[in-house]
C-alpha cells in the first residue's frame, strides 16, 4: 500500500511516499480503506522528532496522521456488530501505536477510535472532523464551567479555536473570542459573543470585555503566560501542546491531552453526529495527493491556513 512517512526526523523534505505491507486488522481492530487524511500540527512534530520520544520502542519509517475517513474493509475478531464492511466511517488515529498513523492508504485503528461519517460530510470535510473537535471538547470539559458562565477562546479562528467557540456556545456559555481584523467574521460566524483582538496583548483585550477576569480560558494560540493574566482568580485555564504552569492567584492550569479520549467511542460519535447538525462546521483548506505531503505542510508551519489541509488517499477509478 502506499503511505508517506518519515526515515530520518527533519524539514517537509524528509517526507516521502512509502510501499509499505497491507496492514491485517487484528482482534477488536478495524481496517479502513483510507480516503483522504488531514494534516494536523502534530503531524509536524512527529515529522521534526519533537514526538521521538513516545516512539522510542518503535523503528523507522514513521507514519503521521492522527485524523482519517474512509471506508471499513475489514473487521478483526471481536469488534460486535456496530461496524460493518463498506460502511462510511471516520477515525482517529495514534501515530506512536504500532500500526502508524493515517497517512495512508489502508489504516488498522481500534473500533472504538472509529465512528460513522457525519451524514452529508464528503471525506475530506469528515477527516478533518475528530482529532480537533475532540482536543476542544476536552479543553471545554476540563474548565467545568456551568452553563451560563463565561469562557474565553484564543486562536479562535483556528480548526481547534474554532471548534472550542462553537461548542462552548452550544453549551450555553458566553464566548469571548479573539480574531485578527480579517477573521472577525469568522469567529463571528463561529458564535462568539464578544470579538478581540488577537496578538500579545489578549489578555487586556478581554479583561476589557470582563474586568474581574474569565473564570476559564481555552488556550489555542498556545500563548501560555500571556493567556494567565485574563483569568480570575481561581480561574482554570486549559492548555493544549503540555504546558502546565506555574500560574499564580490559584490559577489552575490543565494540560489536555487528545489521546487520552481516542477510544471514546461515545464521545467521538457525538462530535460527528453534531457537526450532522451543523453545530459544528467543517472547514477544508485545500485537498492536495499525497504526493505533494512536503507543501501541504510547508503551507501549514507558514501560517494562516484557515481550515485544514487534507491529503487524498482516495482509489484511483
Not at 512509502?18 to 503531524?43: F, S, Y
Not at 477510544?263 to 495527493?289: F, I, K, M, W, Y
Not at 501560517?303 to 482516495?314: A, E, K, P, T
Request: overall charge negative; glycine content about 12%; some cysteine.
Amino acid at each position: 500500500m502506499k503511505a508517506v512517512g518519515v526515515h530520518e526526523f527533519g524539514g517537509p523534505e524528509a517526507l516521502r511516499v512509502l510501499e509499505l505491507p497491507e496492514p491485517q486488522a487484528g482482534p477488536g481492530e478495524v481496517r479502513i480503506r483510507v480516503h483522504a487524511a488531514a494534516v494536523n500540527p502534530t503531524d509536524v512534530m512527529l515529522r521534526t522528532g519533537a514526538h521521538a520520544v513516545r516512539m522510542a520502542d518503535r523503528q523507522p519509517p514513521f507514519v503521521p496522521g492522527m485524523d482519517a475517513a474512509g471506508v471499513v474493509d475489514q473487521l478483526g475478531p471481536g469488534t460486535g456488530d456496530r461496524l460493518a464492511v463498506g460502511q462510511r466511517v471516520v477515525a482517529m488515529v495514534l501515530f506512536s501505536g504500532p500500526h502508524g498513523g493515517a497517512y495512508a492508504e489502508q489504516i488498522v485503528v481500534p473500533a472504538a477510535s472509529v465512528v460513522p461519517t457525519p451524514e452529508g460530510a464528503d471525506f475530506p470535510a469528515a477527516s478533518t472532523l475528530l482529532m480537533n473537535a475532540m482536543t476542544a471538547r476536552l479543553a471545554l470539559d476540563s474548565l467545568a464551567l456551568p452553563r451560563g458562565g463565561t469562557v474565553a477562546v484564543t486562536g479562535a479562528a483556528g480548526a481547534v479555536g474554532g471548534y472550542a467557540v462553537e461548542l462552548a456556545a452550544a453549551d450555553g456559555l458566553t464566548v469571548i473570542a479573539d480574531a485578527a481584523p480579517h477573521d472577525t467574521d469568522r469567529v463571528r460566524g463561529f458564535g462568539a459573543h464578544h470579538v478581540v483582538e488577537r496578538g500579545p496583548e489578549v489578555a487586556a483585550h478581554i479583561r476589557a470585555v470582563a474586568p474581574g477576569g474569565v473564570p476559564g480560558l481555552v488556550d489555542a494560540s498556545m500563548q501560555t503566560t500571556e493567556t494567565v493574566p485574563a483569568l480570575a482568580d481561581g480561574g482554570r485555564l486549559a492548555e493544549l501542546r503540555g504546558w502546565s504552569g506555574p500560574a499564580d492567584r490559584g490559577i489552575h492550569v490543565i494540560p489536555v491531552m487528545v489521546s487520552d479520549a481516542i477510544a471514546d467511542t461515545e464521545r467521538l460519535n457525538t462530535l460527528c453526529r453534531q457537526a450532522e447538525s451543523g453545530t459544528l462546521t467543517l472547514h477544508v483548506a485545500d485537498v492536495l495527493p499525497p504526493e505533494e505531503a512536503p507543501r501541504a505542510h510547508r503551507l501549514l508551519e507558514a501560517g494562516g491556513v484557515r481550515g485544514r489541509l487534507v491529503l487524498d488517499f482516495s482509489p484511483t477509478p
